[in-house]
């Protein structure tokens, strides 16, 4: 069965050009043209949403597994799977522009072993590229499906120097849409919709806990979609006066950014310190945290409108005047959950002359582990002091290593910058501490940001936690978050687990003292939000990997957790499988998301792990199957 159905793929045009097949296309540019003014009612197609209709739902596939019964979506091998030519449709309504799965390391296997049957995928030249480029954040963002840290496909077709080794699926998505057009995106809800298939929207894949990607899934990808419209005066819903900008869903920081700069006067918007996150995705349904948010607020608190398509494959706006509710969700309420952004538009800000500073305190200035972690209790004790000045801080944390890269000051001289950091400076100097700094000027913050701020590496294979410590946590509990910071670094009886810290200090509350979006409302006395990362090791196996995730869970994080009275962490950069995650990621928020959810979604053609209204949901049998509790 599937060896017939991989050739009728192929021959449908459904594999990867990059492995050797040319990708068909199926319709002209003209008759997708007229396709999408069908589907869009010949103009925009957005507006109000008078009716929610899900009488074309398929039903969930009855299931038992562990003693509970489910209604689960449906997967390649079961009778409930769409047939081929429902697939070849598809790829007909999309214009050529569905492609079956197969993972960027498949190039250096001699076959990909898909769901469909045997590919013979080995090119030496893509082999060769895929090696160069497998930590290359932008590389990866390019492909289809990818996912930028991979511990979530299931790592089962990495890069390897040897041909003959296995190269599965994993948890990667089936089949993948690179949308070009708002038809496309629609024409892939309802399919899902329509045939009770898991759906994925994928936009650059910048994602620490796997809600990019999704065993047996059709991913949607949006990074094509890059359109910039530069408004001077906004008049559009709401009370807002002054610049704006429309961005498209696929449009990323550094594009943005570059594309203000260029304005005369130089605008920004509050992006994310990665230069590949996609603006308009999941960052901004989580929130979107930057070095502007000290200043200006989180990004979601910085929307003035949305074009969205929802699970019902409805084209809605969403703004203070339409769809008010799926406005306040979409900002901050949750990536995957309300509906699939197109564009939206945001507030922009006179770009202005910065300073920025770069520290580092490692082992070529002390060998000492107390005297340095006295160092890192300095640093941390005067973040209140840095956010309350309206600064931005990133950090990174191992043993022995404190790399501060860098310190923002927007709108300051270097004069002024050096200032604000000279007392925990001078108590360096009071501890015997030697260390590295530098401080400079910038003509504007995007000089800074291009000179300062580095890409991630892509393609590495860890597990995700974090938490925010909030004013009160570090004025009085700043000897209990470094005793944490230690349990972070050097987990008790665990030689053999590697881990580190990624911190951010910032104060949403600083510039933007009111919410304005649905994000949780500790955000608006916080001070350091602190990512932690368990390395995972190549080939480990399924109960080693439960073993790391106890010990993130239960050790590292919890550690942090107890340290802390703020009750807060952020939707897209923590532990999914915490506790009272609800709480944790949205506070007095998550009722009202949770009710707006039933409303927008109510039969689960959206999933996202830990977000709003997925209670009932699980992804069981080691990670593939999702299911609803019955």
Not at 82 to 107: C, D, F
Not at 162 to 168: E, R, Y
Not at 354 to 382: C, I, P, Q
Request: aromatic share 12%.
């Amino acid at each position: 069965m599937f060896g017939s159905f991989a050739k009728a793929a192929v021959l449908a045009g459904l594999v990867q050009a990059s492995f050797g097949y040319v990708v068909e296309r199926q319709v002209e540019e003209s008759t997708e043209a007229a396709l999408e003014s069908t589907l869009l009612g010949g103009g925009s197609g957005f507006g109000s949403v008078s009716r929610l209709d899900w009488s074309d739902v398929a039903p969930l596939r009855p299931y038992t597994a562990n003693g509970k019964n489910y209604g689960c979506k449906c997967y390649p091998g079961e009778s409930c799977w769409p047939a081929a030519n429902k697939w070849n449709q598809l790829n007909q309504t999309v214009g050529g522009r569905l492609s079956v799965h197969i993972p960027p390391g498949a190039a250096c296997h001699n076959t990909f072993q898909g769901p469909f049957g045997t590919v013979n995928t080995y090119n030496a030249a893509a082999c060769a590229d895929v090696q160069a480029n497998w930590a290359n954040e932008a590389w990866t963002v390019a492909k289809p499906a990818a996912a930028l840290w991979t511990y979530f496909t299931n790592d089962t077709c990495r890069p390897t120097e040897n041909p003959s080794d296995p190269c599965t699926l994993g948890y990667y998505g089936v089949y993948v849409i690179k949308a070009t057009t708002k038809a496309h995106i629609k024409a892939g809800v309802d399919f899902a919709r329509k045939n009770n298939v898991r759906l994925i929207i994928r936009n650059t894949g910048h994602d620490f806990i796997g809600r990019s990607t999704g065993f047996g899934s059709l991913v949607i990808n949006t990074n094509s979609f890059q359109d910039i419209q530069w408004i001077n005066s906004y008049s559009g819903p709401g009370n807002y006066v002054g610049g704006a900008v429309k961005i498209a869903a696929g449009v990323q920081g550094r594009t943005i950014l570059t594309a203000g700069h260029a304005r005369n006067p130089p605008v920004v918007i509050v992006t994310g310190e990665c230069p590949t996150v996609g603006i308009a995705g999941g960052f901004i349904q989580g929130g979107g945290h930057g070095p502007w948010t000290t200043l200006k607020g989180l990004s979601a608190d910085n929307v003035l409108a949305f074009e969205a398509i929802t699970a019902s494959g409805q084209y809605v706006n969403a703004n203070p005047q339409e769809n008010p509710d799926l406005f306040h969700s979409l900002k901050g309420g949750g990536p995957a959950s309300f509906a699939v952004i197109t564009s939206m538009t945001v507030k922009t800000f006179p770009d202005v002359a910065s300073a920025g500073a770069e520290f580092h305190l490692n082992s070529t200035h002390t060998f000492d582990m107390d005297l340095w972690w006295e160092g890192v209790r300095s640093f941390h004790k005067y973040s209140n002091h840095f956010v309350d000045n309206g600064l931005y801080v990133y950090f990174e944390m191992f043993t022995f290593t404190l790399r501060i890269r860098p310190f923002v000051a927007i709108g300051k001289t270097s004069t002024q910058l050096q200032a604000i950091v000279q007392p925990f400076l001078n108590e360096l100097d009071t501890l015997g501490l030697t260390y590295e700094w530098t401080v400079k000027d910038f003509p504007t913050f995007f000089d800074l940001y291009n000179d300062l701020f580095e890409e991630e590496a892509s393609g590495n294979s860890a597990l995700t936690g974090g938490w925010m410590f909030d004013h009160t946590d570090v004025a009085t509990r700043n000897d209990d978050i470094i005793d944490a910071f230690k349990t972070v670094l050097s987990v008790p009886n665990r030689p053999d687990v590697f881990s580190f810290m990624i911190g951010h200090l910032f104060n949403p509350g600083y510039g933007a003292p009111v919410s304005n979006s649905a994000t949780h409302p500790a955000w608006r006395n916080a001070t350091d939000f602190v990512i932690t990362a368990v390395v995972v090791p190549p080939g480990s196996s399924l109960a080693y990997k439960a073993d790391l995730q106890n010990v993130l869970t239960n050790t590292i994080d919890q550690a942090l957790r107890d340290a802390s009275q703020s009750g807060c962490t952020y939707v897209n950069e923590a532990d999914p499988y915490q506790n009272n995650w609800q709480q944790h990621f949205w506070g007095s928020e998550y009722p009202q998301l949770q009710q707006r959810r039933s409303k927008w979604d109510p039969k689960g053609i959206f999933y996202a792990v830990a977000t709003p209204g997925t209670e009932s949901w699980e992804v069981i049998e080691d990670g593939t199957k999702l299911c609803k509790v019955l």
